[in-house]
């Protein structure tokens, strides 16, 4: 049987698996909720402050890919920059 503690550090080993693969936005915005989700149930679990720490440490990581995927979609005119806000597509 899988215990509360074990099955949190499942999801985060999962969030760190899928952190890995984000490659949209789509991607690494549903991994920030995921983190998100998983650092509430940790702390609501009481499974310790190292838990908390590591989903935040994740959702932070997303964020920062999020950004990423962002720049690179901007770069390749993907994605409007705010100069381009308002302005149609080329």
């Given amino acids: 049987m899988m215990t509360e503690a ?7 080993s999962h969030a760190e698996r899928l ?11 549903q991994l920030d909720s995921y983190a998100e989700a998983a ?3 940790a702390k609501q ?3 310790g402050t190292e838990a908390i720490n ?3 440490h994740i959702k ?7 950004a990423d ?3 690179e979609g901007q770069a390749r005119g993907e994605i409007a920059t705010q ?4 302005r149609p597509p080329k």
């Fill in 83 to 86: 100069k381009d806000a308002g």
């Fill in 39 to 41: 650092r509430v149930y």
């Fill in 69 to 71: 995927v962002v720049g």
């Fill in 6 to 12: 074990h099955a949190g550090l499942t999801k985060l």
């Fill in 19 to 29: 952190l890995a693969e984000v490659a949209t936005v789509a991607d690494a915005t």
């Fill in 60 to 66: 932070v990581r997303a964020q920062r890919r999020l």
């Fill in 54 to 56: 590591h989903a935040t």
């Fill in 45 to 47: 679990a009481k499974l």
